[in-house]
């Protein structure tokens, strides 16, 4: 797999990132999970209600993300692939970031396949992605998911 992005959206995190660490390990892609990306913002305010959040913070994430895709964009070796975790929730904001990671895939003339990670219910909606080559994966199991994320990726 080469110069691929892959935006894979899901409720849970823990799977989520399962699921990219295994698409990392079979591709040499680089993970970058929102989770860890935010940690430095959230980490240091209360977020116990975090759609609460004053517009600070989340100016703050977006300018932690932005970083991030910009050096990708920029710096990174354009052989490189990565793997994008977001929830991904039918909301502005997160529509949003997935119309910035295309955005950046663009920029790199990389290909882009969004995935969504389904089978467990979810408390909101999530995304409803533009392109035809879209994956919905029910797939339970972390490892067999990313395989056929994988294979959807490398044809």
Known sequence: MNNTFIYLIGESPA????????????????????????????????????????????AAVDAVRNAVLATIETAAPSDWSFVFTHAGFDIP?????????????????????PAMLTG??????????????????????AGLAAAAIVAAATT
Do not use: C, Q
């Open 93 to 113: 904001a997160d529509l949003g970031v997935y119309r910035l990671v295309r955005k950046t895939a663009e920029a790199r003339g990389a290909r882009f396949l």
């Open 15 to 58: 799977r989520r990132l399962a699921v990219a660490d295994a698409i990392a390990a079979a591709t040499g892609a680089r993970v970058v999970d929102s989770e860890a990306l935010y940690a430095p913002i959230f980490n240091v305010v209360d977020r116990t209600h975090r759609m609460d959040l004053p517009d600070s913070v989340w």
């Open 120 to 141: 467990a219910p979810s408390k909101r909606p999530l995304l409803a992605f533009d392109e035809a080559n879209a994956l919905a994966v029910a797939e339970a199991d």
